[in-house]
């Protein structure tokens, strides 16, 4: 049995505890995991990725959710190169197309709605041409993301000058990364953002009542219902949300024990770096096509 692992789709590999010893997995492996050196640790725990902590689970199960998180990682770098301006519509589209076969699975689709509609999306992403591509192809779910985000493109913002607002108003600034990790991987950020998109008081008010996670903070449920319905309240205002029900009908599954995720980064974050400072390309031999033409181009969006 697993003591404790961590477990990064990011850079589809895992490193865990087990017999008081540390090892390191990848996604590819077939063969039992080797021992994790010093490097390996720097590397995994510097490199600025997700992290998601497990506790005492199999190496069948570990095998598992590694490979899960990298699919919802694979299905955001598709989702990211349908946005990316500077690479031409036949590779956008089949980035666009990758995602779109990943979302099908509804844990991933709330992953890519819980990244995307809980951050404010940078300037450089194309957001149109990623809708454009998407209608052509007839890619619904990602076209459902892009449109959503092309009709409330200042909504994210909007919500994190709030949300940072009503922290410091609580006197929580010390908590924020975590408080701010914990709205987005439970999918509170995006939630809000559908309330808010369908013009929707009363759902609002709704995931404000019923808001139940565990998140590891002293009076957590206190705290976080206490910045829900302070932020309610000024969005409602900011909004004139109004509407009864809610046509939207997703679910948002908490994610437990998530280090912090910005998608204000996602083009560095989509270029793992070949000098060594991150690990290597892994996946499928479509999923490194894929990257290898995006990041022969990504650069320009980071500079």
Not at 89 to 116: D, H, M, Q, W, Y
């Amino acid at each position: 049995m697993i003591v404790k692992a961590f477990v990064s789709g990011q850079v589809a590999r895992s490193i865990y505890e087990e017999d008081e010893k540390l090892f390191i997995l990848h996604v590819e492996d077939t063969d039992a995991a080797r021992d994790c050196t010093p490097y390996d640790y720097n590397l995994f725990f510097s490199s600025g990725a997700e992290i998601k902590v497990f506790e005492k689970i199999s190496i069948e199960e570990l095998r598992e959710n590694l490979l899960k998180e990298k699919t919802c990682f694979d299905a955001l770098h598709g989702a990211i190169g349908g946005m990316d301006k500077t690479l031409s519509e036949a590779t956008r589209t089949l980035s666009i197309r990758r995602a779109e076969n990943l979302v099908k699975e509804p844990e991933i689709f709330e992953f890519i709605k819980s990244r995307f509609f809980g951050n404010p999306v940078p300037a450089a992403a194309d957001l149109k041409g990623a809708l454009k591509l998407s209608k052509r192809n007839n890619l619904q779910d990602m076209g459902f993301v892009y449109g959503m985000l092309i009709d409330n493109k200042d909504v994210p913002d909007k919500i994190l000058q709030i949300f940072k607002k009503t922290i410091f108003r609580l006197s929580l600034v010390e908590d924020l990364a975590k408080i701010n990790n914990i709205f987005i991987t439970a999918g509170l950020f995006a939630r809000i953002f559908i309330c808010i998109a369908e013009k929707n008081r009363k759902e609002l008010n709704r995931l404000v009542r019923n808001y139940r996670i565990k998140t590891g903070m002293k009076n957590q449920e206190t705290v976080i219902s206490q910045i829900l319905r302070k932020m309610s309240d000024e969005l409602s205002g900011v909004y004139h949300l109004d509407k009864e029900e809610s046509s939207f009908q997703g679910k948002f599954k908490q994610e437990e024990n998530t280090q912090s995720f910005d998608i204000t980064g996602l083009f560095k974050e989509f270029q793992l770096e070949r000098a060594g400072k991150k690990y290597e390309k892994g996946g499928s031999r479509e999923d490194r096509n894929i990257r290898e033409k995006i990041e022969s181009q990504i650069d320009r969006i980071v500079k």
